[in-house]
């Protein structure tokens, strides 16, 4: 029987608790488990880093919202992707990344991973053709975003997916940005797909986490045990706290996705910005990309402030109702200088960000409590 997604979200890996009848998972609180006999744990739970019922739920629940065969659940997206890339690549290997990255992600990239061998390099993921000329025999991975962040670019996962095949490289899409209710990767022919449940999938700025969903079942199976073996496992509570937010993933995208769209377009006839970043104003772009390969275009607008980076910042400043603090995704609305706060490892560098954008994670308030806070943040 194939079920909707809201359905999945509710009840994906989530059947009643067996002794009780809980119709909520249970927290197993637990490091270990008693075991019947020497070699012969019972349901195959030994200890808590290798696995936990409530992470289980959680990483069968992934895997049905983003269509995916399995899913493995980290203590945060870096940790995903560390993960990720310990397990597929080795000293020598070449990863492109977008030009236009979280600043988090460069940072593994740039001051981690290359230190142990992997090479990288940037480029356009919304351009064919640059990708393409980015490609070297070494390459291991295309790692996109999409929407990317803060700049919001969005990439053809299909184009690239055909791309890294060609080369026998794998497709990673961070979807952290889309959701699984807003883009399943899977479908497009990604490989892997990358999540900061963090961020809208725990949806309350509550729980910090990370995830990998994919369909291969020999690449799973490596990347479960780097998982124990590495130990960057998120714990039972975060696990249900994370478990708790999907449930309400659907409805909570649909009105993060109303509110956003009211502000783009009010941005984009303000005189104190000078540029408004969105996938669903028709003239981004990759509008018409978004449009094939998302349901809608996201919680997310960036912008740049007509007076430069010190109008940016008074703009942040001035804020009231958008909370100042890095991280996205949440209920509520927050707002942030990238190139100051989440991007700024990457100042210096070709993926440093200009000093005039804001970025707004659009919550779920009234949406005409968030005009009237960003019309007296901009005056």
């Known amino acids: 029987m194939t079920f909707g997604f809201e359905t999945l979200a509710i009840h994906a890996g989530q059947d009643p608790e067996s002794r009780t009848g809980s119709v909520v998972p249970p927290i197993f609180q637990t490091s270990t488990y008693a075991q019947d006999a020497v070699g012969a744990p019972r349901e195959g739970y030994e200890y808590a880093r290798t696995a936990n019922p409530t992470r289980d739920a959680l990483q069968q629940c992934l895997a049905a919202i983003e269509g995916g065969r399995r899913g493995l659940t980290f203590a945060s997206g870096l940790a995903a992707e560390d993960t990720l890339l310990r397990t597929v690549c080795r000293p020598g290997d070449h990863v492109v990344i977008p030009d236009d990255a979280y600043g988090g992600t460069f940072r593994l990239f740039a001051r981690v991973a290359q230190r142990w061998g992997l090479d990288w390099s940037a480029a356009r993921i919304s351009d064919l053709d640059a990708v393409r000329a980015a490609l070297t ?115 909570r995208m649909e009105r993060h996705c109303d509110n956003a769209e009211r502000i783009a377009e009010y941005l984009t006839s303000h005189p104190k910005v000078a540029h408004v970043y969105y996938p669903g104003l028709p003239e981004h772009p990759g509008h018409e990309t978004a449009a094939k390969q998302m349901r809608r275009f996201g919680g997310m607008v960036s912008f740049r402030a007509a007076g430069g980076e010190q109008a940016a910042i008074d703009v942040c400043n001035r804020a009231r109702l958008f909370v100042l603090g890095e991280s996205l995704g949440g209920v509520e609305s927050l707002i942030e200088h990238p190139g100051r706060m989440t991007h700024a490892s990457a100042a210096g560098s070709p993926l440093e960000v200009p000093g005039d954008v804001v970025r707004l994670s659009v919550g779920i308030e009234t949406v005409d409590d968030l005009l009237a806070d960003l019309e007296q943040a901009l005056g």
């Not at 022919?189 to 900061?196: C, E, I, Q």
């Not at 490596?222 to 659907?250: C, E, S, V």
């Open 137 to 251: 025999p070494k390459t291991k991975i295309i790692w996109v975003e999409t929407p990317t962040n803060p700049l919001l670019g969005i990439a053809d996962i299909a184009g690239l997916s055909s791309l890294a095949h060609e080369r026998d490289a794998l497709l990673v899409v961070d979807n952290t940005f889309a959701s699984p209710y807003l883009q399943q990767p899977l479908a497009h022919g990604a490989d892997v797909v990358v999540h900061s449940t963090t961020k809208y999938i725990g949806g309350h700025s509550d729980v910090v986490g990370g995830a990998l969903v994919l369909n291969d079942e020999g690449v799973a199976q490596d990347l479960a045990y780097h998982q124990n073996a590495m130990g960057a496992i998120n714990g039972p509570f975060d696990a249900w706290l994370t478990l708790r937010g999907i449930k309400t993933l659907g409805v």
